[in-house]
């Protein structure tokens, strides 16, 4: 990533009030036996699903956010992964709730090609930061059992995890746009232009417009005094509480509760023991409360390596985490050398997929799935049931270990050689896919391992390097 597109995923963070695992108190990571299985869990299924799939435009919730001059410029030419040129007025965005179909929906088949792919658990956003829940929730008023009366997809994607095989992941955001639409600006960060006695933007550079009003009011600036806004704190507050408590009581065991953004009120919304409670084996992220089971890096590869469990989520599209019609996808060495790269340090990747808004996934999806499951048939047991290995310390590729064998990793930046340092004498190192030997050169207490170019794919090639 980019430094202007790490710049864009922090500013996105502070827009909805995430918190880091590094601000966290004394907690104790959940010891339930059942809840131990995310420390090998290797590979999730991220699924971004929501109404901006209708168009097929924008980005999830993003795509409500009014961005400025600076930023569109930079977005039409730089951002990539977080292309901010599509923007509609809030109310158009939320319009399309009318049109979200989910008339082809079928989790079972989804989650049975994630399953053979090799992924052990899956998350769902329930609902973004757009407000619309994808459960009839009796909070709030935007969810799928207003326009489609006895719909809960959240149960139908539930019951599918549990046919299928996949630990039960559930996103939430507690930060709700339209809850609060009448209290915040849709500008990005902290972005707003200049405005007049009519609270009008004036001076907007050449080429840059904003929406017309809309019944007198600014289309993406708020229009809720401070009085209102106070008086309305206590009922945020219940909405987030009362949906959480939904989504950890109607659908039985849930194995992750995946928080992206803060709490209203921290842990007065919903404590800990709360959640202990009703949920006892349930893992949750840091991003709510600041403290949680286990940290989240998000379309970055972290700098340092995580005290705890990690998860290291990342989209496969290049348009952002919502279905766009016109993104196209990553290619599958791209997302091997993720998995390698985070698994060499003790984490879970979680790649992101977006259905349509009649539910289904585009074929790319099942073509890179099925990619993966033709690679995890000769490379599983080297991102599996192994221990994270010293890279960059004394590997220059990444590398797990299983008792004394190193997994070395070359993704497609790779040239065909890797160094390992500090290590004993090497008794064999073979490619994992063929059982072919491969050159080694042991030189005192280093070694280097060269794999010939025939030998070279455009996945993530694997030696297993065999001490004495």
């Known amino acids: 990533m980019s430094k202007k597109e790490d710049a864009v995923v922090s500013e996105q963070h502070a827009m909805i009030g995430n918190v880091t695992q590094?601000?966290?108190?004394?907690?104790?990571?959940?010891?339930?036996?059942?809840a131990q299985w995310f420390a090998s869990a290797g590979l999730g299924l991220f699924l971004h699903f929501g109404i901006s799939a209708v168009r097929g435009e924008c980005d999830l919730s993003w795509g409500m956010i009014k961005n400025d001059s600076s930023t569109r410029e930079n977005a039409v030419k730089s951002y990539g992964l977080f292309n901010l040129r599509i923007c509609m007025r809030p109310s158009d965005y939320w319009a399309m709730a009318k049109d979200f179909v989910v008339d082809a929906f079928d989790p079972v088949t989804i989650l049975t090609a994630a399953k053979e792919?090799?992924?052990?658990?899956?998350?769902?956003?329930?609902?973004?930061?757009?407000?619309?829940?994808?459960?009839?929730?009796?909070?709030?008023?935007?969810?799928?059992?207003n326009y489609q009366p006895g719909r809960d997809i959240v149960r139908e994607y539930v019951d599918a995890c549990r046919e299928v095989g996949l630990k039960v992941g559930l996103y939430y955001s507690p930060p709700d746009w339209y809850f609060n639409r009448n209290r915040m600006s849709f500008h990005y960060g902290k972005q707003q232009p200049p405005l007049d006695v009519n609270h009008e933007p004036v001076n907007l550079p050449d080429g840059v417009t904003i929406a017309p009003s809309e019944g007198g009011r600014p289309a993406y600036l708020p229009v809720q005094s401070e009085e209102e806004n106070k008086k309305q704190d206590e009922e945020y507050d219940a909405l987030v509480r009362g949906q959480t408590l939904e989504l950890i009581t109607n659908y039985g065991p849930i194995d992750v509760l995946w928080?992206?953004?803060?709490?209203?009120?921290?842990?007065?919304?919903?404590?800990?023991?709360?959640?202990?409670?009703?949920?006892?084996?349930?893992?949750?992220n840091p991003r709510a409360l600041g403290y949680g089971d286990f940290d989240t890096s998000e379309c970055r590869f972290p700098d340092k390596r995580h005290r705890g469990w990690w998860e290291y989520c990342h989209v496969s599209q290049d348009g952002g985490w919502g279905y766009r019609e016109h993104d196209g996808y990553k290619p599958v060495g791209w997302l091997l050398a993720e998995l390698v790269k985070a698994r060499a340090w003790?984490?879970?990747?979680?790649?992101?997929?977006?259905?349509?808004?009649?539910?289904?996934?585009?074929?790319?999806?099942?073509?890179?799935?099925?990619q993966i499951q033709s690679w995890m048939q000769k490379h599983a047991e080297s991102v599996f049931d192994v221990e994270p290995g010293p890279w960059p310390e004394r590997s220059d590729a990444p590398v797990t270990i299983r008792g004394k064998t190193w997994y070395v990793h070359f993704d497609y930046l790779n040239e065909g050689q890797a160094t390992l340092t500090g290590v004993g004498k090497a008794k064999s190192a073979t490619m994992l896919a063929t059982g072919e030997a491969v050159l080694f050169e042991q030189q005192a207490d280093n070694l280097i391992v060269r794999i010939p170019e025939p030998m070279r794919t455009t996945f993530v090639d694997v030696v297993a390097v065999t001490f004495e």
């Open 259 to 284: 928080y992206d953004g803060a709490f209203p009120n921290g842990e007065e919304t919903l404590s800990v023991e709360e959640m202990r409670k009703l949920q006892p084996s349930m893992l949750f």
């Open 22 to 34: 590094d601000a966290a108190p004394a907690f104790q990571r959940n010891d339930h036996p059942d």
């Open 346 to 370: 003790g984490g879970n990747f979680l790649p992101n997929f977006a259905p349509d808004a009649h539910g289904q996934m585009p074929a790319g999806f099942y073509k890179r799935m099925q």
């Open 117 to 145: 792919a090799g992924c052990k658990y899956a998350v769902l956003t329930t609902k973004h930061h757009d407000g619309f829940c994808l459960w009839p929730s009796a909070f709030g008023g935007f969810h799928i059992g």
